[in-house]
Structure formats: C-alpha cells, structure tokens
C-alpha cells in the first residue's frame, strides 16, 4: 500500500474528524443518521478498518 500525504492531508484530515457531528432537524433535534458529506477520510479509515471491526479484532486502547 502507497500512502501519499500532503499538506491538504494534514490539515483538512484533522478538521474532518473534529468537525464531523450528526446534522439537527428543524425542531433542534439531531437525526438519525450522519450525514454522507465532507467524510472522504472517514470513510477511508472506516474501509480499512473494517475486517477488523467485523471480526472483532479491533480493540481502542485507553
């Protein structure tokens, strides 16, 4: 696997993540669902991680 990394990278990836929350209706009450926009390196990451998180081989170390 080739990883290129830029400058758009290092500073939209980290923005991406931060700013990423659920939208809110017209009432003020947030949805269901995320919104499927501005989260390319999200769902990147969500890709690759995905067999693992399957398989339950993936734990979040504190």
Partial sequence: MILL???HNFILTPR???NY????DNNGNFK???PDKNNHTIDAVRYALEDDMKSGGLS???
């Fill in 5 to 7: 990394y830029t400058r």
């Fill in 16 to 18: 991406e993540f931060v």
């Fill in 21 to 24: 929350e659920l939208e809110k």
């Fill in 32 to 34: 269901a669902e995320f």
């Fill in 60 to 62: 979040i170390l504190k």
